[in-house]
């Protein structure tokens, strides 16, 4: 496997990469030069960066930031050059295939990071690598960053979060990280646990059409939520997967403390775009179904919303 030039590696005495944010220049490709794709180029800026558009096209990009002020970021097209790592930033639905239309590229890539929402494409892409035996190790990452798109060219970001990343699949016990990356040991139970939160709020404020701070506000609001909440509780339960809070108590606080907010189902729906509801309740659906259990409000919502 070939290596940048530059990188030095961060020895570790286990299997997970220190959790430190490394200074050195790395060199990324960014698959997916959406809302998070374009924020993340930014955040990154001092790395050596790439960017992959659908069409091969220059990838030239506004970034506004919390003061308003607009940063210009052009980004060459990723050809044949080695890399640390492979960011897709796509929708969780469109990874798999985005991935592939760089597939003679990836033995170039030491790393490949997926950071997105949901659940159902990581699985998807590390079943994938393997039969492409491909040895580049696999993370996957979620975060509380927000940002959204003005037009093509145009990202905003709209609040400041956390990204955490962890190891999905390993081939090298180590990596540098790029910075703003906070490596944790136990990605799966956090992406489980935004999932859950996600699968309660984001289709219940599409359904109701409301911002989320309503479910807490309105009395039908809040009593779907606990129901929902209930269901989704008692789901991980069944998939001997429990979450370690109580979902409706946590979807209330979340959805308190972002009650401004319109959700990004809301806004997919509202936009008239694919919301990413496959991934969240529709993974949860999938799950139960291999233990012969129903999900009905989730199956109704992902109905009512399809
Ligand atoms: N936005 C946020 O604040 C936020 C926060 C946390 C997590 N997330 C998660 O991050 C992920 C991305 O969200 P987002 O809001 O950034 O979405 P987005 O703005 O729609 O960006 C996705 C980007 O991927 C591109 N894309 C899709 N398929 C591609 C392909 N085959 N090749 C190249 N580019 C491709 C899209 O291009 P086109 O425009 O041509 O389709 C688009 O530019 C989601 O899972 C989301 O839940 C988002």
Same mark, same amino acid.
């Given at each position: 496997?070939?290596?940048?030039?530059?990188?030095?590696?961060?020895?570790?005495?286990?299997?997970?990469?220190?959790?430190?944010?490394?200074?050195?220049?790395?060199?990324? #490709?960014?698959? %997916?030069?959406?809302? /998070? &794709?374009?924020?993340? !180029?930014? @955040?990154?800026?001092?790395?050596?960066?790439? =960017?992959?558009?659908?069409?091969?096209?220059?990838?030239?990009?506004?970034?506004?930031?919390?003061?308003?002020?607009?940063?210009?970021?052009?980004?060459?097209?990723?050809?044949?050059?080695?890399?640390?790592?492979?960011?897709i930033?796509t929708k969780a639905s469109a990874t798999l295939e985005a991935l592939q239309?760089?597939a003679?590229?990836?033995?170039?890539?030491?790393?490949i990071?997926l950071?997105q929402?949901g659940m159902g494409q990581q699985q998807q892409v590390s079943d994938w690598l393997s039969q492409q035996?491909c040895?580049?190790?696999l993370?996957a990452?979620?975060?509380?960053?927000?940002?959204?798109?003005?037009?093509?060219?145009?990202?905003?970001? #709209?609040?400041? %979060?956390?990204?955490? /990343? &962890?190891?999905w699949q !390993?081939? @090298?016990?180590?990596?540098?990280?790029?910075? =703003?990356?906070?490596?944790?040991?136990?990605?799966?139970?956090?992406?489980?646990?935004?999932?859950?939160?996600?699968?309660?709020?984001?289709?219940?404020?599409?359904?109701?059409?409301?911002?989320?701070?309503?479910?807490?506000?309105?009395?039908?609001?809040?009593?779907?939520?606990?129901?929902?909440?209930?269901?989704?509780?008692?789901?991980?339960?069944?998939?001997?997967?429990?979450?370690?809070?109580?979902?409706?108590?946590?979807?209330?606080?979340?959805?308190?403390?972002?009650?401004?907010?319109?959700?990004?189902?809301?806004?997919?729906?509202?936009?008239?775009?694919?919301?990413e509801?496959d991934y969240?309740?529709g993974y949860?659906?999938r799950q139960?179904?291999?233990?012969?259990?129903?999900?009905?409000?989730?199956?109704?919502?992902?109905?009512?919303?399809?």
């Amino acid at each position: 496997m070939p290596y940048s030039s530059s990188p030095p590696q961060i020895p570790t005495a286990s299997r997970t990469p220190a959790p430190s944010t490394d200074e050195a220049t790395q060199s990324i #490709a960014i698959l %997916g030069l959406g809302a /998070i &794709g374009t924020l993340m !180029a930014w @955040h990154w800026r001092e790395h050596v960066l790439y =960017g992959i558009t659908r069409d091969n096209s220059r990838c030239q990009r506004t970034l506004i930031d919390q003061q308003q002020t607009a940063h210009s970021l052009t980004l060459p097209t990723w050809q044949h050059e080695a890399i640390d790592w492979l960011v897709i930033t796509t929708k969780a639905s469109a990874t798999l295939e985005a991935l592939q239309s760089v597939a003679n590229q990836l033995p170039q890539v030491q790393n490949i990071l997926l950071l997105q929402n949901g659940m159902g494409q990581q699985q998807q892409v590390s079943d994938w690598l393997s039969q492409q035996q491909c040895s580049a190790n696999l993370w996957a990452g979620i975060s509380t960053e927000g940002a959204y798109r003005q037009n093509t060219e145009q990202v905003v970001y #709209a609040g400041s %979060g956390d990204t955490h /990343i &962890g190891l999905w699949q !390993a081939q @090298h016990p180590t990596a540098s990280i790029p910075n =703003g990356l906070t490596v944790v040991d136990d990605i799966q139970q956090r992406i489980r646990a935004k999932l859950a939160i996600n699968a309660v709020i984001n289709p219940l404020t599409a359904v109701f059409r409301c911002r989320n701070g309503e479910l807490v506000s309105h009395d039908e609001y809040r009593q779907a939520l606990k129901e929902l909440a209930t269901e989704v509780q008692q789901c991980f339960e069944t998939l001997q997967q429990p979450l370690n809070f109580d979902l409706t108590e946590r979807s209330l606080a979340v959805a308190e403390a972002t009650a401004a907010n319109q959700s990004s189902t809301l806004q997919d729906v509202l936009h008239q775009r694919p919301t990413e509801l496959d991934y969240i309740n529709g993974y949860l659906i999938r799950q139960a179904q291999q233990l012969n259990i129903e999900l009905p409000l989730n199956r109704r919502l992902l109905a009512q919303l399809s």
